[in-house]
């Protein structure tokens, strides 16, 4: 079973990045404790990172066949402010069907109004939020849960 990680703009910057919010580990360190987690349940990883909206679009529209084609049980994704802008990211979870856990380090709706609302929420799988980076490892534990008890896709046609 493999899990896509996405993160999404200025998640490159973690380390450094308002530190007060977002802590002191690197994006290394959240891709590395991704690893792990994944690992730990016998799942495979592949993270990626873009601060380009059509980028992540793109990836999603990837993950949606790697999913159809029972290769990829969903995406865990930190689409960062895109999440309270992007009705691309939204049509595209929506439109492709990969199941996606959304994730944010901070606790969003502690913050900023701007930040209390998700495009991405009415079409996540699932949602964690303001755990600090350990929200990856719990949100590839939701899905690796998820696809172990949905019920199997039916075969592809043809
Ligand atoms: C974030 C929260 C977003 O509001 C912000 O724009 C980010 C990071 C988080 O992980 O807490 O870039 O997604």
């Known amino acids: 079973m493999n899990i896509l990680v996405l993160n999404g703009p200025n998640l490159n910057l973690l380390g450094t990045r308002e530190p007060a919010v977002y802590g002191s580990a690197t994006l290394a360190d959240v891709e590395a404790l991704c690893r792990s987690a994944a690992a730990a349940l016998g799942a495979g990883v592949q993270c990626r990172q873009s601060n380009h909206e059509g980028e992540l679009v793109q990836w999603l529209h990837e993950a949606g066949a790697e999913h159809r084609a029972g290769r990829l049980a969903g995406v ?18 929506k439109g492709t069907g990969v199941p996606v856990v959304e994730v944010h380090i901070s606790n969003v709706h502690a913050r900023e109004a701007f930040r209390h609302r998700s495009y991405l929420s009415p079409v996540a799988a699932g949602i964690v939020v303001g755990f600090g980076i350990e929200g990856y490892r719990l949100a590839i534990q939701g899905l690796v849960h998820k696809a172990a008890h949905d019920a199997p896709r039916p075969p592809a046609a043809g």
Do not use: W
């Open 76 to 93: 865990v994704f930190n689409a960062g402010a895109y999440t309270h802008t992007s009705v691309a990211l939204h049509d595209a979870i």
